[in-house]
């Protein structure tokens, strides 16, 4: 998005706010199923814990997607932003079978990612299809803590456990229409997804009642300039293949499926905030800004490098500055970065701010969450109105006692 319409959307609507690009959203969505356009049957199932604005998830069905889900509320957002049951899958992890029960109920794809869980489920509805959530053990990405697929992640059953896996299935008289594996957050070797991918076809051997395959996500998008990117088109190409060979072995076409969130929304986000304080130390120029790990925690959390641009001064001297927010702690969004020349009341715009950053905002320190902005066919729309006084307080159950004076 052009800053100039970044900048009137922060006067008119204040900052902090969240912006989306509903173009950059349907053009990343295009060249998904662009590159995988050999595939005869792919589904899209958007992770909505990335950016889970019902606004969102209603653009992602009208694209064609379905979604992926790992709450019961978050299956009950994208039933009420009108994307029907049978186009949403639940792959929780850690929940109790009454929560699985309930989003069976629901009539969304069931996927479930422990022995414990499979068997009991499939003792109790052995009619209701599953999908099994598979750990490969195979390590695509590069930060152990967003990477899901290794061998000390809590994620998935394990693929040693196979013949265990089989012997529930066999014993329950369960049917298992789909396999499942989501390796990590960040695929830079398509050959080691490829590695796991073989596996999952290997899997799928053992069951002969499935419809889909499901390789989860784990898409890396440019988080700066010169910032790497998976090569989409390639791994398209050299999986579109081997899963065509794969069906034809099998003897039936499935479904590929992946459930991308970041892909999908990361790029399309901006969060703007504003510089309330210019702070020289004797080490750092601080910038100061009306934010913090409240609003965007992603930096403090994962290390993750949100490109930052001073919109207000986009032509200035460049100069180095820490940008930390407001809160009271340590909240460093960058260090010693080169950002062009920032004064007090300047826009700073955090780019890469579709994917997790508003769906991990909290009201730490008392602060208001932002509101959201959807700029769609050259109108920004609001989404999510910035919360208020009375929302800190809802929820809040004021005890009558003589000490407590509200
Ligand atoms: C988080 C998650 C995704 C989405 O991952 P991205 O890196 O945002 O694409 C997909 N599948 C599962 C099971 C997840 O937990």
């Not at 199932?45 to 992926?68: E, F, P, R």
């Not at 009108?82 to 949403?88: K, L, R, T, Y």
């Not at 999908?131 to 195979?138: G, K, L």
């Amino acid at each position: 998005m052009k800053a100039s319409t970044l900048t009137s959307i922060a006067k008119e609507h204040g900052s902090p706010i969240y912006v989306y690009d509903a173009e950059k959203i349907e053009s990343q969505y295009n060249r998904l199923t662009n590159a995988f356009k050999n595939v005869g049957s792919l589904r899209i199932n958007y992770a909505v814990k990335a950016l889970s604005n019902v606004n969102i998830l209603s653009l992602m069905h009208s694209l064609g997607a379905g979604l992926d889900t790992v709450s019961i509320q978050e299956v009950k957002l994208g039933l009420y932003a009108g994307v029907p049951a049978e186009m949403i899958i639940f792959t929780p992890n850690g929940v109790s079978i009454e929560e699985i029960e309930e989003a069976a109920t629901l009539g969304v794809q069931i996927n479930i990612d422990n022995l414990s869980v499979l068997e009991q489920f499939g003792n109790k509805h052995p009619k209701v299809p599953v999908c099994i959530r598979i750990n490969p053990h195979v390590m695509a990405g590069g930060n152990a803590n967003i990477s899901v697929g290794h061998i000390d992640s809590k994620f998935g059953i394990s693929i040693h456990q196979l013949p265990h896996i089989v012997r529930i299935v066999d014993n329950t008289g369960m049917r298992i229409n789909g396999i499942h594996m989501h390796t990590g957050s960040d695929i830079l070797d398509i050959d080691v997804f490829l590695h796991a991918a073989e596996i999952l076809f290997n899997t799928a051997h053992y069951f002969s009642d499935l419809e889909f395959l499901d390789f989860g996500s784990g898409f890396k998008v440019p988080y700066h300039p010169n910032d790497i990117e998976t090569n989409i088109e390639e791994l398209g190409e050299k999986l579109g293949d081997r899963f065509a060979a794969f069906c034809q072995d099998y003897g039936k076409e499935l479904t590929l499926t992946f459930e991308p969130g970041k892909f999908l929304v990361s790029e399309s986000g901006y969060f703007l905030s504003k510089v309330n304080v210019v702070k020289q130390t004797t080490s750092t120029v601080f910038a100061q800004v009306n934010s913090g790990f409240n609003h965007l925690i992603r930096p403090m959390l994962y290390g993750a490098q949100h490109h930052i641009e001073n919109i207000s001064n986009s032509k200035g001297r460049e100069r180095f500055y820490s940008v930390v927010g407001y809160i009271c702690e340590t909240d460093t969004f960058a260090n010693n970065r080169r950002i062009n020349e920032i004064s007090e009341g300047d826009i700073l715009c955090f780019h890469n701010a579709g994917a997790y950053c508003f769906s991990m905002a909290s009201n730490y320190n008392a602060r208001f969450r932002p509101a959201e902005i959807l700029w769609h066919e050259g109108e920004a729309k609001l989404i999510r109105k910035e919360e208020q006084f009375d929302d800190l307080l809802h929820n809040q159950v004021v005890l009558d006692m003589a000490a407590v004076k509200v």
